[in-house]
């Protein structure tokens, strides 16, 4: 059958939804490694640890007794309260455990936020760069994405003067990220308390959420510290839905547990709606997430600490390089590199370094940018070496 026939077919609000760029990418350079290719992936959005041990005996323990039915769909009230804990000591801040719901990863979060909040023709405020899947699931709402820049000189962080003038009468939400992903920014306190009064000033009911992706937050490098928009101005918590979860931070990505806090009416029709589209994450891994949460947190220090010291050298052998350029990450495990000095747009160089160098990255423009390519340092230091030491060679090539 034809692209063409088959594409008939198709409900109307998928025409504009491509697959994950950077899941193809990394599918294409496992395929050369399998082949036989001596391949450097740096295209990993996950960390490379394995799930720390106490956590993968408290799934084992969950199957052993049995844990292995329906679960309530907004996640068993003991994960519900643990969240709630956690957040309250980060934050300052009770929440209830009615304000949390557990979702199959923090991107069930985003979307189900979205699809609760936005009407058709409603907008969107994304910074960028950002996150790839931001703009899919803006345009799966039927809502319209309004991208603001933000730039490398201003070291990635908001300008409230740009939120401002993208705010309009049909703005629903706006998608905060921090520490972000692709740039490694931590928007800053003093930021956040400006665009905090941005935000307030435009519209002073609860018609203008904020959508505030927490998934980075225990992945920062001091002396950069991730501050939540709640934290630096408490009245917003109203019109706040944080998103966060244990893919990152614990290396549990394959476990898909997120999970979203907020006004309660909107948890509500959150969890109205995944009621009747996943129901409850799966319940062993939602005994996994409550060990994570609740157990000895020395493990998340550790790694975090380990990207620290990878950070240091990716980063600083890139800069070593000429024609490219490092914007130094403050939080996550990404480096955003700009590569205009190449004088080719991002999937040009990212396709010539994996077919020449077999050195694997993410071009990028599924991020917002022609101009930079994203390396993960989800890797060991060794391939970190190697790469800077290849893609040198490569620049010296005739
Ligand atoms: C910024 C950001 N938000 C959300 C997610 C999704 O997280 P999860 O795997 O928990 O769905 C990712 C994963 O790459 C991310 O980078």
């Known amino acids: 059958m034809s692209a063409a026939m088959t594409s008939i077919a198709l409900a109307d609000r998928l025409r504009h939804i491509e697959g994950s760029p950077t899941l193809a990418l990394a599918a294409t350079a496992k395929a050369l490694a399998k082949a036989g290719k001596p391949v450097l992936d740096f295209t990993a959005g996950e960390p490379d640890f394995p799930t720390p041990p106490a ?7 969950a199957i052993e007794h049995n844990c ?5 769909v907004a996640g068993i009230l003991e994960l519900r309260k643990a969240i709630a804990n956690t957040l309250a000591r980060r934050l300052g801040r ?25 009407n058709p023709g409603d907008e969107v405020v994304v910074l960028t760069p950002h996150w790839v899947s931001y703009e899919p699931l803006v345009l799966l709402a039927a809502a319209k994405p309004v991208f603001v820049e933000t730039t490398e000189a201003d070291g990635f962080q908001p300008d409230p003067a ?5 705010i309009t009468s049909k703005t629903k939400a706006i998608i905060l990220n921090s520490p972000s992903n692709p740039t490694g920014a931590v928007i800053e306190e003093s930021r956040l308390k400006e665009l905090a009064a941005v935000l307030k000033g435009a519209r002073s009911d609860e018609s203008l959420f904020m959508i505030s992706d ?6 920062v490098f001091p002396p950069a510290r991730s501050y939540s928009i709640v934290q630096v101005d408490p009245t917003l918590i109203d019109r706040t839905i944080l998103v966060n979860g244990v893919s990152k931070s614990y290396s549990m990505t394959g476990w898909r547990i997120g999970y979203a806090a907020g006004p309660q009416h909107v948890i509500d029709a959150m969890i109205n709606l995944q009621s009747h589209s996943t129901s409850n994450p799966t319940s062993i891994s939602q005994y996994a997430a409550l060990e994570a949460i609740t157990g000895d947190q020395r493990e998340v220090q550790r790694m975090a600490e380990e990207f620290q010291r990878r950070r240091d050298a990716l980063v600083g052998g890139l800069n070593g390089i000429p024609g490219l350029s490092c914007f130094n990450p403050q939080g996550a495990f990404y480096a955003w590199c700009n590569i205009s000095g190449l004088k080719q747009p991002a999937d040009t160089i990212a396709s010539r370094w994996l077919e020449e160098a077999f050195i694997a990255t993410v071009p990028g423009e599924g991020f917002g940018s022609r101009k930079h390519v994203r390396f993960s340092f989800a890797t060991s230091r060794e391939t970190i070496q190697e790469g800077v030491t290849r893609l040198t060679q490569w620049l010296h090539k005739p």
Not at 55 to 61: G, L, V
Not at 106 to 111: D, E, N, T
Not at 162 to 166: G, N, P, S
């Open 55 to 61: 956590i993968k005996a408290a799934a084992i323990k």
């Open 68 to 72: 292995t039915k329906y679960t309530p």
């Open 94 to 118: 009770p929440y209830a455990d009615a304000e949390v719901m557990v979702t199959c990863g923090a991107k069930q979060a985003l979307y189900n936020a979205l699809q609760v909040l936005c």
């Open 162 to 166: 740009a939120v401002k003038r993208a």
């Open 214 to 219: 927490e998934i980075y937050d225990q992945i």
